[in-house]
Every structure is written in C-alpha cells, then in structure tokens.
C-alpha cells in the first residue's frame, strides 16, 4: 500500500485559505486519495476523495498533481472551527484505510 | 439519523476484567469497523465486517473478538482486559461492502484498564 508523508503542523489565519500538502509517490494508478479529519479527539470525519481529476466540494477542494505523486487540499476559507488533525490517505488494494499521524492544522484569529 | 453510535462513552476496567464495547448504524451500511487510537497517534483498525455475517481481522486484532449482530450492529469484546489496551475505540461503518465509500464514524469510547 502506498504511504503518505504530511507536515506534522501548520497554521493558517482564520479567512485565508489552508493548503494542506501530502506526498504519496508510491501511488498505483487506480488508488485513490482520501482526505479525512479529527476534530479534538472525536471522531474522523470524511472530507473528500479523488483519483486523478480535481475534485471539490461543499467542504473543500483536492488537487492532485498530474504524476498523482503528491495532492493538496484546499480550505477555501478557514475558520477556527477547522482547526483539526488532517489526514491525508491512500486507499490500498485491501480497501482498508492506513491512518498516519496526519498535520495538525491550526487557524488562527 | 443518528448515524454510529457508541456505547458506553467512557469505562474504566481492572486487568483482567472483559467488557464489550457496543456499536450501531441506522445508515443501512455494509460495511463495519472498529478502530482503536492511542495518545499522538493515528487510528489503527482492530477488526472489520465487510458484510452481515463476515468479519475478518485488521491490523492489530490480538485481545479483541468481535460480533456482527446483524447488519446495525457490531460488537467488539475484551475477554481479559490487559493496560495495553487503555485507548479510545472508534466504530465507523460505510456503504459499500469494499470499503471505497467515505466512512461514518461514532463519538468514541474512552477505554482506561488499570
């Protein structure tokens, strides 16, 4: 299964947007990238999935690089409640998700 | 909709003690999933149920068994609770039966084994 590095934190002013980055270099072709996050010890909560394409939602936007080596995912317009573990992963042959550590992002006033 | 819930929401057990941890759905999902999460750390799957009548072992499954009552509810027990098992448990459940659907994921249960 492909592995994912992200920054362990960041910090982003609350309405500007949060860019998250991950790299997963070891990516196969039909693997997927999800994002999910964790607000303060509750549980994760899905934020958005792509494959090669850009994707957006209500939520957020992820753009994938051409090489699909590496993603980002946009906060348009973050506020405090974003503050969260982020967590980007590659969803392997098995289906099963492989939680890292993730980044912890931080928005700030 | 309630969506996953979880109970209880805290326990504290002895070592040695067993308990079982109880999960439900009202998303009509076939999938299911328990999660265990240490301090600092990522979530780590314990087991999982792909279908009503189908479970099957994650990363770290050694301590645990687990029940697919029916399709709402999964069940995870600790027969003999040791303080290696002190973390939080998350159940998730999700559409589809190969897991490639976002997955739904409850409160938590806050685990202590002295």
């Known amino acids: 299964d492909a592995k994912t590095t992200q920054p362990t934190s960041m910090d982003c002013a609350e309405g500007r947007a949060a860019n998250l980055p991950c790299n997963h270099s070891?990516?196969?072709?039909?693997?997927?990238v999800y994002w999910y996050r964790q607000i303060h010890s509750q549980g994760p909560q899905y934020i958005i999935h792509g494959l090669k394409n850009n994707e957006t939602n209500e939520m957020a936007s992820l753009i994938i690089t051409e090489d699909r080596k590496s993603s980002t995912l946009i906060l348009p317009h973050a506020t405090l409640r974003d503050t969260a573990v982020y967590y980007c992963i590659v969803l392997g042959s098995n289906y099963k998700l492989t939680f890292g550590k993730g980044t912890l992002l931080t928005v700030n006033p | 909709n309630a969506g996953v819930t979880q109970t209880p929401k805290f326990q504290v057990l002895k070592t040695g003690q067993s308990m079982t941890l109880q999960c439900a759905q009202d998303m009509n999902h076939n999938s299911m999933y328990w999660y265990r999460q240490d301090p600092g750390m990522g979530l780590r799957l314990i087991y999982y149920s792909a279908s009503e009548g189908t479970t099957d072992k994650g990363e770290v499954p050694n301590g645990y068994n687990v029940s697919r009552l029916n399709k709402r509810e999964f069940s995870l027990r600790l027969e003999s609770a040791a303080p290696s098992q002190t973390s939080v448990y998350f159940c998730?459940?999700?559409?589809?039966?190969?897991?490639?659907?976002?997955?739904?994921f409850g409160p938590g249960t806050r685990l202590t084994v002295t």
């Open positions: 998730a459940s999700t559409e589809g039966a190969r897991g490639d659907y976002e997955q739904y």
């Open positions: 070891t990516i196969s072709g039909n693997e997927y």
